[in-house]
Structures are given as structure tokens and as C-alpha cells.
């Protein structure tokens, strides 16, 4: 399947941001790949895409390994084959997940120490989700080569992590459930912990715990 061209680019960006004019939440996100991408490692893919209300032209993060090994593992068709070929390689998986720990994650966990916009965010509940669950979410790939739901990696935690660290998934999983979530007295204690678990469950992906 050849490319596509810049007048099908321009309908897709329209298209989207029609649908998103109309009803931003929930976001539809994702990529436009072919059958071929998905049959091969999406490592030198870039892809047309759409994130939180942006349509880009290529360069979809989401084209990675991650998203096809998601697909593999629990893809559910609209059209088209209900099981499609698609490319999944475990090792390359689990050294994808430690590299994005080393790069993206540790530097949101410094970020949040060191910078002021990042430090002010790392108070909110947003971030206690996105940072709790996230980290924990890749260190489950790593250990069992699954990939878990936020919800889903928030009791792998409970399950796999010694008792100190309960009170701040549990923290994240009322949170992210819409439930009263008060295990720690203000939000700053809130975030040291938060990022003294991210610390922690890096260091134990790493094999460095």
C-alpha cells in the first residue's frame, strides 16, 4: 500500500478536527498503519497520527512496539482479518520498556524534583496516576512480558511490591477510579512519595533494586 498523499493527509486532519469540535473527551486517539506495518517491527515507522486533539502527518509515537504487541495480545477487529499477522518480538519488547524507563521516565522523575512547572504537577492527581501507574505498568512487561491496564498494573503492585509502597498505589488507584483517596496528609507528602516509589519500581525494572 503506497503512502499516503497529501490531500488525504489534509482530509484526515479536517476529519479530525471536526470530530474533535464536536466532542473532545474521550480523546480517539492512535496511527494510521497498513497490514504490512503491522506485519513488521514498527522500530523505523512513522506514521500519520492524532493525539490529544493534534493530527500529525508522521512521527505517531504510538507506532512502537508496545502498541503491536497490545494488538497481538488482545485485538479486537471492526473490519478486516480478526487475527492479522502482526510482528512481536518479547526481548525486543522488554529492552524497549527499560530504555523508555531510562529516557522518558527518569526524566519526568527529575523533572518533577528539580523543575518548577514539573515540581507544581507532580502535586496534582493527574500526575499521581500517570507516574504511579505508568512506571509500574513497564516494569509488569519487563517481569511477565504482559501489558496491563493502569487499573490492572496498580494491583500487579499490590501483589508484587513489598507493603511500604501500598499506601501511594492505592493512592493512584483511587484516584484513577473516582473514589476519596486521603492516604497521605497534603499533596507535597503526596508527591515525595510518588516519587520515591517511581525511584524505586525503575531501580527494580532495572534489575538495580
Not at 494488538?71 to 482479518?81: E, F, K, N, T
Amino acid at each position: 500500500t503506497s503512502p499516503l498523499q497529501p490531500i488525504e493527509l489534509d482530509l484526515l486532519r479536517e476529519l479530525h478536527a471536526t470530530l474533535h469540535a464536536r466532542r473532545a473527551k474521550p480523546g480517539l486517539d492512535g496511527v494510521y498503519v497498513t497490514w504490512q506495518h503491522l506485519a513488521h517491527d514498527p522500530a523505523p515507522l512513522s506514521a500519520p497520527y492524532h493525539n490529544d486533539g493534534r493530527f500529525g502527518a508522521n512521527g505517531g509515537f504510538a507506532a512502537n512496539i508496545v502498541t503491536w504487541h497490545t494488538l497481538h495480545q488482545s485485538c479486537v477487529a471492526v473490519r478486516g482479518s480478526t487475527v492479522p499477522d502482526i510482528w512481536r518480538n518479547d526481548a525486543v519488547l522488554r529492552d524497549w520498556c527499560r530504555a523508555n524507563l531510562r529516557s522518558y521516565w527518569a526524566g519526568w522523575v527529575h523533572a518533577a524534583r528539580q523543575r518548577p512547572i514539573q515540581k507544581l504537577y507532580g502535586l496534582t492527581r493527574t500526575a499521581v496516576i500517570w507516574g504511579v501507574l505508568g512506571v509500574t505498568r513497564l516494569h509488569a512487561t519487563i517481569l511477565r512480558g504482559d501489558i496491563l491496564s493502569k487499573s490492572a498494573a496498580g494491583e500487579y503492585a499490590l501483589e508484587t511490591f513489598p507493603p511500604q509502597w501500598a499506601p501511594i498505589v492505592r493512592e493512584a488507584l483511587a484516584i484513577r477510579h473516582g473514589d476519596r483517596a486521603g492516604h497521605f496528609a497534603n499533596p507535597w507528602a503526596r508527591r515525595q512519595a510518588m516519587l520515591a516509589y517511581m525511584d524505586f519500581v525503575m531501580a527494580d525494572a532495572q534489575g538495580e533494586g
